[in-house]
């Protein structure tokens, strides 16, 4: 079974410049989530979808990030225009409903992550 | 507020020696799940173990085993016989809530290096 697959793995793009980050999550997940980690501190929680509806999109740092999940299958997030402060690797993970899962003990399985350098 | 504190940047350790990295943790929730997860330098972040707060027993996979003092808000994670390939960056987190549908929080991480 494929883990959570990210794609590019590393983006290098001029400030004011837009990048597009994908997420395929593990198939049947319907958790998706976006986390960051800039670099030397801690990662980060962006966004949470259930399905294609946001959850929770309390971690979005400003208006310039765009996320979606159309379909509920693999996510986007947008970065427009990107500024200097937004480098940094992008983390997305998937978990189960859970409903198939005890609560307690679902997991969030991660990818390898986007690396994001804006110069 | 939430927090997670992993005081060690860096440790080290010989091959086939155990080792602890250290965890603490911060909340008011009662009901809270605790997660190491190992990021070796391919980059892609590795569940390794789970432990409730509800649990009555500390949490063991293979090598990997938990030592939750909950009176003490501490979740280190214990590798026994550590091997070469255990070399890695290893991040703890927090989940608070029962539902299982929130964010993680994570600390910022011990860089783990195994000497032969």
């Known amino acids: 079974e494929a883990g959570v697959t990210q794609f590019p793995s590393h983006s290098v793009i001029e400030k004011g410049q837009t990048v597009t980050l994908r997420c395929d999550p593990i198939?049947?997940?319907?958790?998706l989530y976006w986390y960051r980690r800039v670099m030397g501190k801690e990662i980060k929680f962006l966004l949470h979808?259930?399905?294609?509806?946001?959850?929770?999109e309390s971690g979005m740092p400003n208006n310039r990030f765009l996320a979606e999940r159309t379909g509920g299958t693999y996510s986007t997030l947008k970065v427009q225009p990107a500024e200097l402060e937004d480098s940094g690797v992008y983390f997305c993970?998937?978990?189960?409903?859970?409903?198939?899962?005890?609560?307690?003990?679902?997991?969030?399985?991660f990818g390898a992550g986007t690396r994001l350098s804006v110069l | 507020a939430q927090k997670i504190t992993q005081t060690q940047p860096g440790m080290f350790v010989q091959e086939k020696e155990a080792v602890t990295l250290d965890c603490t943790y911060d909340?008011?929730?009662?009901?809270?799940?605790l997660f190491w997860y190992k990021q070796p330098s391919s980059g892609e972040m590795i569940f390794l173990i789970y432990?409730?707060?509800?649990?009555?027993q500390n949490a063991t996979e293979g090598r990997y085993s938990l030592n939750f003092q909950k009176a003490r808000k501490s979740a280190n994670l214990v590798i026994s016989a550590s091997q070469l390939g255990d070399s890695a960056m290893y991040f703890c987190?927090?989940?608070?809530?029962?539902?299982?549908?929130?964010?993680?929080?994570f600390g910022t991480g011990t860089r783990l290096l195994v000497s032969p």
């Open positions: 198939s049947g997940h319907d958790n």
């Open positions: 432990q409730g707060s509800y649990d009555q």
């Open positions: 987190a927090m989940r608070e809530g029962h539902t299982g549908f929130q964010k993680l929080v």
């Open positions: 909340t008011s929730d009662p009901s809270y799940g």
């Open positions: 993970a998937s978990s189960q409903d859970s409903s198939e899962v005890p609560p307690a003990k679902n997991i969030q399985y």
């Open positions: 979808f259930v399905k294609e509806s946001k959850q929770d």
